[in-house]
Structure formats: C-alpha cells, structure tokens
C-alpha cells in the first residue's frame, strides 16, 4: 500500500482547479442506465470511486471508455441486472444503480451494502421510496431483490432522522423519470449533487422541477435518450484546498469553487479569522495561519458538509482556544480523532461532538487513514506539523481525490507519495 511522507509546509501560494465532483459524477454514471444511447460525460474525476462504478457498468453490459477527458458509456441494449458482490462491497455508493435497473430492466438485484467505518448507513428510505413507486422487494442470501411489472408515481418521502437521504433522492428521482405518472419527492435532499444528476437527467429528457428544493415532482416519460454533460466542481475537494491554504497560511486562488455550494464552509472559515473572497471564477483564499476557534454543526445542504468535518477538526486542532465540533449526520465518524491525537491534539469526545482544544503545535508520527475524508484531514495536519508524518492508508484518499497530493505540491506543500513494490 502507498503512503504519503508529509513535512511541514506553508505558506501556500497560487492558483488550483477543482476537479469534478465524484459525488454527482457516479450518481450519473448509474444514470446512464436509463437508456439505451450512448451518454458523453466530462469533469469526471479518475478516482478510484469511479473506476468501481466503471467495473460495475461494464458488468452490467455497458460499453464504458476514456475518450481523452470525456468519458464514453454505451448501454446498448445491456441485459445485466445483477451488480456483482466484489464490487458493490468496494463502495457504498453502487446502490444507485439500484433505481435505474428497476426502471429499465423491471428488476435488479444489489447486494445490500455492508458496514462502513463511518457508522451505521441503512438504506431503508431507498426501499420503501422505490416501493412506494410499485417495487416489490425481498432479500435473498444479502442481496437486495427488486422487481416491477409496472412503476407509477406516487408520493415517496426520503428523510429519516438525520436529514433527507442523498442518494434515496437519486434512487427515487432516477425510477420516477420512467415511471407512469408523477411523483412527489417529499423531504428531498438539497445537496448540489442532487441537482447535477437532476440537471443531467432533464438533459435526457426527463420532466423534473423543484431539484434544489425539499419537494420534487417528476412527471414519468416513455424514454430517455443519451446526453452529454459536465458534471459540477467538487466542493469538498474544494473546501479541502481552502481549509489547507488557512492552515497553512498564504494566498490562493482556488479556481471552480463556488460560493453558493460552501456557503456554511465560508461562513465558519471568515470566523476562523481566514479571508476569502469571490474572484475570477472561483474563491481567493488568504490567511495568515492565525486561526480562531469555532463552532461546527454538519448538517444536509445547505449546512456544512459532513464531508469536511473530518479536515475541519484537523483544522481546529490548530485554531486558538476551544472548538467545538458536532456531527449530526454520521455521528460515529470520528475514526480521525484517535490520529489527530497520536499528533498531538487535544481532542475530547462527548456523544457526537468533539471539544478540541486548538495547540501551538502537532508533532509528526505515523498514522492511519480510516476513510477518504479522514485521509485528507491527517494530510492537513502533517502539514503544519514539526517533523515528517507518514500517512498510511492513502488508498482511501485515491478513491474521491484525484491529484491531491499534486495540487497540494505545486502551491508549495512538502508531501511525497512513497509507492509500494
Ligand atoms: C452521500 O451518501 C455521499 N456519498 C456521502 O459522501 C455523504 O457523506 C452523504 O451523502 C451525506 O452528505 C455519495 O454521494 C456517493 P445519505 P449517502 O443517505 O447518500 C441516513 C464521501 O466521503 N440514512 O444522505 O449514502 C444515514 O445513515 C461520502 O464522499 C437512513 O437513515 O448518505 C445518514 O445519517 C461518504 N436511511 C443520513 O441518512 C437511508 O436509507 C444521510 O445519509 C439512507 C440514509
């Protein structure tokens, strides 16, 4: 396994492009689905996320390849309906092709998504809103079994008790397109990656408004046909960029960061004592790495992402006085916490929040990555450590980061990649 050697660096300086969202890029992979025709995708990001969903694409018969940065997916008349166990269990996010089957194939079976080192993520609000549209579903031997004579609107409701479901909203809005009828998607989620695969799914012909809001409608079409489309900015890579140029201090010009999709991350970064300000098609960043303390909730969109909380307590542990940082989203998705505080933080778990106590310094050591966000946290913090800090586990970091390290370098950080033999 490769890991990172990260010595301490800063002050940043420069201009970075944001890569392609991973989390609009394979909801809309999956849509593809929908139709026979081929669909041309730009702006996705090669992690290895998407190589995960490629490999299971292809399993299903569709014809997928690179044409320089565009990606090319040519379901033809695909037959497959089965999502095969060794790839579903590499990544969570294979559940949405769970929706598209089911509205183009009238059945799928997808092995039920195991644990996760972030906690508990049942997929019941998927269930019952595909059943809600007509769906009969079974489990057999740890597979999801769907099927459906016939999909008609209906209202499906896709939240539970920490907020409406990301991808329970993809799975819905996906059956809706091609079900009879129009569906009510109450408590949708917000989240800008639901409005891109939205955006795309409009592009092929579906009838859809209200993307954006907590209530959708979609109007059911007899067919979708093939689109091309760019998928939107990553703003988690984004808020990453931004949250190591304030800890780092320095100037930067993070190009495609979008105001409007870090606004909650904005806010807490400007009373953390950071500047940023909109410019020339992205967000200048300036800090002079003398960071105050603050309150975090995560929250769904438009609160601050749960995706940058682990990044941001790296950053509080550095941040004067005391922090406070709850997680109402995953409240188990701490794995970070234990490494931060081998480096030196002072950290305090109580239920789902974590007092950090911000220090002078963190010292460099040996720590393990337990997810793609936890990764990047540890990378912001070996940054502004004393010594060198090897960061193993960096296989997570490949799947939803793509050329971190490679950005990080050429605005003057000190990592290195150590590859494996
Ligand atoms: C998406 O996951 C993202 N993944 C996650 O990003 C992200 O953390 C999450 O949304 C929240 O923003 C992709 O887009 C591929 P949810 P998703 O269903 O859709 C509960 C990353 O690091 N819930 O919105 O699977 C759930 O337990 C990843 O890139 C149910 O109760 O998340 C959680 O508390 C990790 N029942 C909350 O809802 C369900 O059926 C939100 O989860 C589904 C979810």
Known sequence: MDRFLVERSGPLRGTVEVGGAKNAA?????????????????????????????????????ECFWNGDTLVLRPGGYTGWTAPYELVSLMRASVCVLG???????RARVPLPGGCVIGLR??????????ALGAEIVMDHG???????????????????????????????????????????????????????ANFLI??????????????????????????YRVIADRIEAGTLLMATA??????????????HLRAVVDKLIEACVTIEQEDGGLRVRS??????????????????TDLQAPMTALMSVSRGVSLMTEKIYPERFMHVPELKRMGAQISREGPSAIVKGVERLSGAPVNASDLRAAAALVLA???????????????LDRGYAHLEQKLVSLGARLTRERSS
């Open 26 to 62: 394979l909801p809309i992979m999956a849509a593809c689905l929908l139709t026979e025709e081929e669909s041309l995708l730009d702006g996705v990001p090669r992690v290895t996320d998407v190589e995960s969903m490629l490999n299971i694409l292809r399993v299903l018969g569709v």
């Open 247 to 260: 800890m780092l201090g320095g100037d930067v010009l993070v190009r495609g960061a979008r105001e409007d």
């Open 100 to 106: 598209p089957l089911l509205a183009k194939q009238g």
């Open 143 to 197: 597979d999801i079994v769907a099927r459906a004579e016939r999909l008609c609107g209906n209202t499906a409701h896709v939240a539970g008790p920490s907020g409406s479901s990301v991808l329970a909203t993809a799975n819905v809005m996906m059956v809706a397109t091609l079900a009879e009828g129009v569906t009510i998607i109450e408590q949708a989620a917000c989240e800008p990656e639901v409005v891109d695969l």
């Open 288 to 305: 002079t790495r003398e960071l105050k303390g603050v309150e975090v909730t995560t929250l769904p969109f438009p609160g601050f992402p």
């Open 382 to 396: 070996g940054l502004v450590a004393e010594n060198c800090t090897e960061v193993f586990g960096i296989e997570h």
């Open 203 to 228: 592009a092929m012909g579906a009838k859809i408004v209200g993307h954006g809001t907590s209530i959708m409608h979609v109007e059911g079409v007899s067919r979708l046909r093939g689109a091309r």
């Open 122 to 131: 049942p997929i019941d609000l998927h269930l019952k809103g595909l059943q």
